[in-house]
């Protein structure tokens, strides 16, 4: 490994190596995430090339990274955004140890953070070193935001809260996780992901309601149980009905030339391409509704008035609070007696235009590599904080960073999960790519 590849393979390693599990675990609520200790040793790493760094913290052992090299005139600014803080682990089932951060024989480094994101992370700072070391000045300032607190957020001392504090903190463009894994179709051809937009939250929780009895005669009252079996039966997987958008329009073109008159009928060619597409495809086109939790009697030998399930629902950007109730009512029907609530609020989705410099850059770059694949913009399922950057800075935000040697199929399999993993040279690769996109970008 020469000079850059051993730089951000080390910093990679020494960032796994500090545990920044956002859970209370054994070690109780003070030391929740301890992300700290990786802005500390950032700040560290930067300072050394002379970069401006400062820890904004709103809780001690919770600080973020802010860093920056201000430009020199008015282009757009950029910012390299990453969270610092990781899913907790079961270290049983791991075959090398979650916080050891070994790197095997076949130049694969394994630890809890190496997919997501503590590779992206040091990427974008050994980038941000670079650029720095290089003397190089750009027209837009390039910023580094290392938050904490993204995988859970309840604590709201990460992206959200540091925004809010920060109004000089207004990036024009971000790249941050949530895209770049390559997937290779059926039908030859490859595509690239770039994360344009996430999707919203807003659970529901449907309560079936009857009349109480005693569990030793089944014919009294009305019991709410078999009552919320019916509802279990309409909401089934929690699957949409399809529903066009403009993203998703744009997927399918990429994907298969377009959506056509019948949406169902491209979502089943589409997805016929490759087996992730087959899954994510069909949760992109409106508003699902998982059943996860279910309730019903304390005790046995009660038949209870009242049985629930709690919908884990997911939104398209632009969904309201109305949509989603109508969206559920709708699936729920007449003839069953239910009362409709909303354990928690809405939190909006929302997306970034599928082209502009970001999307022009990643694929120059591509083409500069000469990979032979295609971008395919596409909507997350899940939550990052480039919602927070859209949201109080009208930031054009983005989730991309190139795995050409880690498959889709081990990304999937170790994120949120035991043997995350990620090859070695695509944390080069991906230095390489953020030193390009700055460049492009900043000039
Ligand atoms: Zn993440």
Request: net charge negative; glycine share 12%; aromatic share 4%.
């Amino acid at each position: 490994m020469d000079g850059l590849h051993r730089e951000v393979v080390e910093l990679t390693q020494d960032l796994i190596r500090l545990d920044t599990s956002n859970a209370d675990g054994g070690r109780g609520s003070e030391h929740r995430g301890d992300e700290t200790s990786v802005a500390v040793h950032l700040r560290d790493y930067l300072e050394d090339a002379g970069i401006d760094c400062e820890l904004v913290a709103r809780e001690p052992h919770r600080a973020n990274l802010v860093a920056r090299i201000p430009g020199t005139g008015d282009a757009p600014s950029l910012a390299f955004v990453g969270h610092t803080d990781v899913v907790p682990v079961d270290a049983r089932d791991w075959t090398h140890p979650p916080f050891g951060a070994v790197i095997d024989d076949g130049g694969w480094l394994h630890g809890r953070g190496a997919i997501d994101m503590k590779n992206e992370v040091a990427a974008r700072a050994v980038a941000l070193k670079e650029l720095a070391r290089s003397g190089w000045q750009p027209e837009g300032d390039l910023w580094f935001l290392a938050v904490a607190d993204e995988e859970d957020g309840m604590a709201d001392v990460g992206m959200r809260w540091l925004l809010e504090v920060r109004p000089d903190i207004r990036p024009d463009l971000s790249i941050n996780e949530g895209g770049g894994e390559k997937l290779d179709l059926v039908d030859g051809r490859s595509m690239i992901s770039v994360g344009v937009g996430e999707k919203g939250t807003y659970p529901a929780r449907v309560t079936a309601t009857g009349e109480a009895g005693h569990g030793s005669t089944p014919s009294v009252g009305n019991n709410a149980v078999p009552l919320l079996g019916e509802v279990l039966r309409r909401i089934g997987k929690g699957m949409p009905k399809p529903q066009r958008s403009e993203l998703v329009d744009h997927m399918l073109t990429v994907l298969i030339g377009g959506p056509g008159d019948d949406l169902q009928a491209a979502l089943d060619q589409a997805g016929s391409l490759h087996p992730e597409l087959r899954h994510y495809l069909p949760a992109l086109v409106g508003i699902t509704m998982a059943p996860t939790m279910v309730g019903g009697s304390s005790k046995r030998n009660v038949m209870p008035s009242r049985a629930w399930v709690e919908l884990d629902c997911r939104l398209l950007p632009g969904t309201t609070e109305a949509d989603v109730e109508r969206a559920v009512r709708e699936r729920l029907g007449e003839g069953i007696d239910y009362e409709l609530t909303w354990p928690e609020h809405l939190i909006a989705g929302s997306s970034s235009p599928a082209q502009g410099p970001i999307l022009d850059a990643i694929s120059a770059f591509l083409e500069a590599e000469q990979v032979d694949a295609e971008v395919l913009p596409s909507l997350g399922t899940g939550f990052t904080d480039s919602v927070y950057l859209r949201a109080a800075a009208g930031t054009a935000a983005y989730g991309f960073s190139p795995f050409l040697s880690t498959p889709s199929d081990v990304i999937a399999a170790g994120f949120h999960n035991a043997n995350e993993r990620v090859h070695i040279d695509d944390l080069l690769l991906s230095v390489r790519f953020h030193l390009d996109l700055a460049r492009r970008i900043l000039r």
